[in-house]
């Protein structure tokens, strides 16, 4: 046996392996860091305070009132919006039209669109809306948020329409169901966990999507519920404050960094969940 | 199976109201379905349709030359895209390099190293990791990264790399904090769990029975990773890098924070720039001439277009993968 040879197979395996050790303590020391850093800042500035005041002007105290109703308002209205088409058309993807050509061009440009730049979304509907009506406002950046909810949910429908085991279907045709009926009572019935997971991955993604609201929603200082007027929502209202200069202003930035974070965190936990038990009672 | 062989083939004959009402709703239910399929398509290929026509004024205006003209000049009304592309590219470049490597050890080490109790909690952080939004790595970079980044880490750049001939330019300038490394560099750590979660999954489609193989013959498992795992999951390994890639360049919020919003091209990277998605963030609201939003919104198409090459690209090798799998 070549024993220099097998020294430096050794050597090098040890190499490596120690680098992806390294890699690892980098990556996720990284990661740690930066939710430590938002724990410890976000706790700090944490208060009842928070969900009864308004935005405050630089110097006086408030709270994130506003910001957390605009953004529960436009996050459910935006997957309001979105979920019902995203799931008739993930039902065609996978029920009616599966190998059409419409499917396969949707499937992909929504793969696409999945990783897409949101700002880009706020264009868009800047262009689309906001321009028409003249100006910014919350129905604009609910649908902002919409438009990131569709291939989300589009493609998970699809995915667990997929999964249904084709015995269930055949079942029902054999009893003589017509092919609404199966797909109604039959198919989209058990792919109903699934689906549930990717709305609640969907509301999940759009609650911390600053970009696409910049130029539709905009924000607004005050209480408003107007759909037809700018509305203060958490993440634009997390970013003027967090690069202003006063130093309320950014601690009350960590603390609604801190509440996005622990919902769109709780949010794909509870999704996790849900998957599980439905593997389990598979 | 259509519907229609479905009912020839039965043979108990059925009202005929049952039938024409399974028939109309089944045609209904057809078509609103595939009614939703289309709208999503339109709405979808509408994205680029508004960005063009958004677009217009600003390319009737400058032409092609947009593309590499480097003056940003809102005042006397003059633009071109050349120097918030190059932030884009060079922050996306920086970023790739740093988190190529750290997301391979991460993904080598779940698949591979780490013991199997830790597997399923490692992975789990990944895919949380990967769903904390933007704006938060943003927040990090500017109030945590970029003042250590400014005492402790540039002045050592500058003292060392800086002072090489040749690639000192490259780290020369003010100690700042924020500019263009950091922002490549915080575009780093985002994309970690996106290309470590791509990679980890290729990773797994490699079938035991080859590694077992390359165990059984007394490979080390560097030996394993690095003549089985990789040449197997090659194209996988690419797709995912370009999935993150795509990420990074029209990644706004994380970006926006640290750059600097400084519309120039300097030699150095520790120099503020500023890259598309940030120049729309910073200045779209407060753009008051047609030119100028018209300009934007060009950026904007530039910018749909760049990651839509990339994203396309990554899919369709990481299809390719799949297929391979599921034979």
Same mark, same amino acid.
């Given at each position: 046996?070549?024993?220099?040879?097998?020294?430096?197979?050794?050597?090098?395996?040890?190499?490596?392996?120690?680098?992806?050790?390294?890699?690892?303590?980098?990556?996720?020391?990284?990661?740690?860091?930066?939710?430590?850093?938002?724990?410890?800042?976000?706790?700090?500035?944490?208060?009842?305070?928070?969900?009864?005041?308004?935005?405050?002007?630089?110097?006086?105290?408030?709270?994130?009132?506003?910001?957390?109703?605009?953004?529960?308002?436009?996050?459910?209205?935006?997957?309001?919006?979105?979920?019902?088409?995203?799931?008739?058309?993930?039902?065609?993807?996978?029920?009616?039209?599966?190998?059409?050509?419409?499917?396969?061009?949707?499937?992909?440009?929504?793969?696409?669109?999945?990783?897409?730049?949101?700002?880009?979304?706020?264009?868009?509907?800047?262009?689309?809306?906001?321009?028409?009506?003249?100006?910014?406002?919350?129905?604009?950046?609910?649908?902002?948020?919409?438009?990131?909810?569709?291939?989300?949910?589009?493609?998970?429908?699809?995915?667990?329409?997929?999964?249904?085991?084709?015995?269930?279907?055949?079942?029902?045709?054999?009893?003589?169901?017509?092919?609404?009926?199966?797909?109604?009572?039959?198919?989209?019935?058990?792919?109903?966990?699934?689906?549930?997971?990717?709305?609640?991955?969907?509301?999940?993604?759009?609650?911390?999507?600053?970009?696409?609201?910049?130029?539709?929603?905009?924000?607004?200082?005050?209480?408003?519920?107007?759909?037809?007027?700018?509305?203060?929502?958490?993440?634009?209202?997390?970013?003027?404050?967090?690069?202003?200069?006063?130093?309320?202003?950014?601690?009350?930035?960590?603390?609604?960094?801190?509440?996005?974070?622990?919902?769109?965190?709780?949010?794909?936990?509870?999704?996790?969940?849900?998957?599980?038990?439905?593997?389990?009672?598979? | 199976?259509?519907?229609?062989?479905?009912?020839?083939?039965?043979?108990?004959?059925?009202?005929?109201?049952?039938?024409?009402?399974?028939?109309?709703?089944?045609?209904?239910?057809?078509?609103?379905?595939?009614?939703? &399929?289309?709208?999503?398509? $339109? #709405?979808?290929?509408?994205? @680029?349709?508004?960005?063009?026509? *958004? +677009?217009?004024? !600003?390319?009737?205006?400058?032409?092609?030359?947009?593309?590499?003209?480097?003056?940003?000049?809102?005042?006397?009304?003059?633009?071109?895209?050349?120097?918030?592309?190059?932030?884009?590219?060079?922050?996306?470049?920086?970023?790739?390099?740093?988190?190529?490597?750290?997301?391979?050890?991460?993904?080598?080490?779940?698949?591979?190293?780490?013991?199997?109790?830790?597997?399923?909690?490692?992975?789990?952080?990944?895919?949380?990791?990967?769903?904390?939004?933007?704006?938060?790595?943003?927040?990090?970079?500017?109030?945590?990264?970029?003042?250590?980044?400014? &005492?402790?880490?540039?002045? $050592? #750049?500058?003292?060392?790399? @800086?002072?090489?001939?040749?690639? *000192? +330019?490259?780290? !020369?300038?003010?100690?700042?904090?924020?500019?263009?490394?950091?922002?490549?560099?915080?575009?780093?750590?985002?994309?970690?769990?996106?290309?470590?979660?791509?990679?980890?999954?290729?990773?797994?489609?490699?079938?035991?029975?080859?590694?077992?193989?390359?165990?059984?013959?007394?490979?080390?498992?560097?030996?394993?990773?690095?003549?089985?795992?990789?040449?197997?999951?090659?194209?996988?390994?690419?797709?995912?890098?370009?999935?993150?890639?795509?990420?990074?360049?029209?990644?706004?919020?994380?970006?926006?924070?640290?750059?600097?919003?400084?519309?120039?091209?300097?030699?150095?990277? $520790?120099?503020?720039?500023?890259?598309?998605?940030?120049?729309?963030?910073?200045?779209?609201?407060?753009?008051?001439?047609?030119?100028?939003?018209?300009?934007?919104?060009?950026?904007?198409?530039?910018?749909?277009?760049?990651?839509?090459?990339?994203?396309?690209?990554?899919?369709?090798?990481?299809?390719?993968?799949?297929?391979?799998?599921?034979?």
């Amino acid at each position: 046996m070549d024993v220099a040879l097998y020294r430096s197979r050794k050597a090098k395996d040890k190499f490596a392996k120690t680098a992806c050790f390294i890699t690892v303590t980098i990556g996720l020391g990284a990661l740690v860091l930066i939710l430590w850093t938002l724990l410890s800042n976000g706790f700090a500035s944490l208060g009842l305070y928070l969900f009864t005041e308004n935005t405050p002007p630089p110097g006086s105290i408030g709270g994130l009132a506003n910001a957390i109703v605009g953004s529960l308002i436009m996050t459910i209205l935006g997957t309001v919006i979105a979920t019902p088409i995203a799931i008739l058309a993930g039902t065609y993807l996978a029920e009616f039209g599966r190998h059409s050509v419409v499917s396969s061009v949707t499937r992909f440009i929504c793969d696409v669109l999945l990783s897409a730049p949101s700002i880009v979304i706020g264009l868009f509907v800047y262009q689309l809306v906001v321009v028409p009506m003249g100006h910014f406002s919350a129905l604009a950046g609910s649908l902002a948020l919409a438009i990131i909810v569709i291939p989300v949910v589009l493609r998970t429908t699809e995915n667990m329409l997929s999964l249904v085991p084709p015995g269930l279907r055949e079942a029902a045709f054999g009893l003589g169901a017509p092919h609404w009926k199966v797909v109604t009572s039959v198919s989209l019935r058990a792919a109903r966990q699934g689906m549930i997971t990717g709305v609640l991955l969907a509301i999940a993604r759009i609650s911390g999507e600053t970009a696409p609201l910049l130029f539709t929603a905009l924000n607004n200082q005050f209480w408003s519920t107007d759909l037809n007027a700018p509305m203060a929502n958490l993440p634009v209202v997390i970013f003027q404050f967090a690069v202003s200069p006063y130093d309320d202003w950014r601690s009350l930035a960590w603390a609604g960094a801190l509440l996005i974070t622990i919902s769109v965190l709780g949010l794909n936990i509870l999704a996790r969940v849900l998957v599980g038990d439905a593997a389990k009672q598979r | 199976m259509t519907t229609e062989t479905m009912e020839n083939s039965l043979n108990v004959p059925l009202p005929a109201s049952v039938r024409s009402r399974g028939q109309i709703l089944d045609m209904l239910v057809r078509n609103v379905t595939r009614g939703a &399929a289309w709208l999503v398509l $339109l #709405l979808l290929a509408g994205i @680029g349709l508004s960005l063009v026509l *958004g +677009g217009w004024q !600003a390319l009737k205006t400058f032409g092609p030359a947009f593309l590499w003209t480097d003056a940003w000049n809102p005042v006397k009304e003059n633009f071109g895209a050349l120097v918030p592309i190059f932030g884009t590219l060079v922050t996306s470049a920086i970023a790739m390099v740093i988190g190529i490597p750290l997301s391979f050890g991460v993904a080598i080490f779940i698949t591979e190293l780490c013991p199997a109790w830790l597997k399923r909690p490692l992975s789990i952080a990944i895919e949380l990791l990967a769903a904390v939004p933007s704006i938060i790595y943003g927040m990090w970079g500017l109030f945590v990264f970029a003042p250590f980044f400014r &005492a402790n880490v540039e002045p $050592l #750049l500058i003292g060392t790399l @800086g002072q090489i001939p040749g690639i *000192g +330019g490259l780290f !020369a300038g003010p100690p700042l904090g924020i500019g263009i490394l950091t922002a490549g560099i915080i575009l780093a750590i985002m994309v970690l769990p996106f290309i470590t979660a791509v990679i980890r999954d290729v990773f797994e489609t490699v079938p035991p029975m080859l590694k077992e193989s390359g165990y059984g013959l007394g490979m080390t498992t560097w030996e394993v990773v690095r003549s089985i795992v990789i040449p197997h999951t090659r194209v996988g390994i690419v797709g995912g890098v370009m999935l993150g890639l795509g990420r990074a360049l029209g990644e706004t919020m994380a970006v926006t924070f640290v750059i600097g919003n400084a519309h120039r091209i300097s030699a150095s990277l $520790l120099a503020p720039g500023t890259t598309i998605s940030s120049a729309l963030a910073n200045e779209f609201t407060e753009a008051v001439s047609d030119l100028y939003v018209s300009s934007l919104i060009l950026l904007g198409l530039i910018l749909f277009v760049i990651t839509f090459i990339v994203l396309s690209l990554a899919k369709l090798m990481l299809a390719r993968v799949e297929r391979r799998a599921g034979r």
